[in-house]
Structure formats: structure tokens, C-alpha cells
């Protein structure tokens, strides 16, 4: 004798359609959360390949890569950029941009100087004042980092003395500022002990790291399950006294 009340075919056919939708989002979730992992490992990798002409990814670097490069030309000394919310620690340090022209180029590409850590008030660090000559750079070419939510418009364009400071960084926002085009990636330079600037770089994540989207993950399978529990809950036979 059966223990179960013969359902009604849309029960079913919920029941099925929503354990599939969960199940489903749950293994995309777990393949954000590789995707992320092997991201992590090319950016670690980054460091330590082989420097290779800047002139060779420039234009279209690899869309899964973040390639080490070599390039020489001249910053653009009286043009900083600070990004004044990077996570490397709470004394109100910036992140250091400057615009540099590559020789023989038309287009400008930023370079992240690297970190200046503050001291604990609203004044930003002291600059070190930029060489005006020849420099031949080297770093990882990689992408901008995310804009987020800019609140209050463009800060960049609110502002007539430089360096010129916000929250977020946006290329686009760069580029129209200097009336200038700019590579779509920037140069994240190679740690230097002489330099006064911090450059330990790592991809910020933090918004969604892999561990979170596992989580997520883990959500959606529970919710599968708890779908089929539901629905042999609400389906059994009820024993009446």
C-alpha cells in the first residue's frame, strides 16, 4: 500500500522544473567560483613569466592572460590620478595612476605606481615628483580596475588641480579628462625595493570570491532538495483516527 497520495500534474511538473532551475544555477555557480580559481592562478602566474615587447599585446592582449610587458617612453609628470579607496590598509592611503606615452605611439597608457600609505588624516601622502626623461617600465598588463557605483558623477571632471583624486577609477573618464585615447589596459608595475610606493598587487575579489560563490552554490542545491521535501511532504497520506 502506498504511503504516497497520487499528485496532481502541475505539482509535478513544479516540483521538477524548480529542483532543475536550483540544480542548474547551483553547478553555474561552481563554475564561477573555478573560473575564479584559475583566474587567481594567471594573475599569481603574471609575476614571474617572461617580459615580452609591449608593442606585441598593446592593441589585443590575451582575453585570458595578464602578460608581463616591457615598454619605454615618458610619463606625463604633472598628470596624477589617486584612487583614495585601495584595501591595503586604514590610514587613508592612495593608489598612485600616471599617464605615460609610449614612444613612438599615439595612445597613452596608464600606469599604477603602486600604493603610498597614509597617515591617518584626510591630506594625501606626499608625491614623489615623476622622472622627466626617458623610462623604460616593466609590469603586468591588465585590466582596469571596476568603476562600481560612482556616486555624484564624474569626479574627475569637478576638479581643476592635480593630482586629481576618486573613489573610483574609470578609463573612460581618464581618457576624456586628458582629451587623450588610452590603451584598454593598464600596467601594474613590478615591485621595486627603491621605490617608495607598495607594489604587492593581487586581483580584488573581494566582492565575490570564489569561496562565495560556492556558497551560493551550496544554497541552491539545499533549495533543490528542500523542493523535493516539500513536495513529499505535502503528497503523503495523512492517517486519520
Not at 573555478?34 to 617572461?50: C, V
Request: proline letters at 9%; hydrophobic letters at 45%.
Amino acid at each position: 500500500m502506498s504511503a504516497m497520495r497520487r499528485p496532481a500534474w502541475w505539482s509535478v511538473l513544479l516540483t521538477v522544473a524548480g529542483v532543475l532551475v536550483f540544480v542548474r544555477l547551483g553547478i553555474w555557480q561552481l563554475h564561477r567560483a573555478d573560473d575564479k580559481d584559475a583566474l587567481l592562478r594567471r594573475y599569481a602566474a603574471a609575476a614571474g613569466a617572461p617580459v615580452q615587447a609591449f608593442d606585441a599585446v598593446a592593441d589585443q592582449p590575451p582575453m585570458d592572460a595578464y602578460p608581463r610587458v616591457r615598454v619605454e617612453g615618458r610619463y606625463l609628470v604633472d598628470r596624477l590620478y589617486l584612487l583614495d579607496n585601495p584595501k591595503h590598509d586604514s590610514f587613508g592611503g592612495v593608489e598612485v595612476y600616471a599617464p605615460f606615452q609610449p614612444a613612438h605611439q599615439n595612445k597613452l597608457l596608464l600606469v599604477d605606481l603602486g600604493f603610498l600609505p597614509g597617515n591617518g588624516t584626510d591630506k594625501a601622502p606626499q608625491l614623489p615628483p615623476l622622472p622627466p626623461d626617458g623610462q623604460a617600465l616593466q609590469g603586468v598588463y591588465q585590466p582596469p580596475p571596476g568603476t562600481g557605483l560612482e556616486l555624484g558623477g564624474n569626479a574627475l571632471a569637478q576638479q581643476a588641480q592635480w593630482p586629481k583624486t576618486s573613489v573610483y577609477l574609470d578609463l573612460d573618464q581618464v581618457a576624456a579628462d586628458l582629451h587623450a585615447t588610452f590603451y584598454s589596459r593598464v600596467l601594474v608595475l613590478d615591485a621595486d625595493p627603491a621605490a617608495i610606493y607598495v607594489r604587492v598587487h593581487t586581483l580584488d575579489l573581494s566582492s565575490m570570491p570564489p569561496a562565495r560563490h560556492r556558497a551560493y552554490a551550496y544554497q541552491w542545491f539545499t533549495f533543490a532538495i528542500a523542493a523535493v521535501v516539500i513536495f513529499l511532504v505535502l503528497h503523503r497520506k495523512r492517517k486519520f483516527r
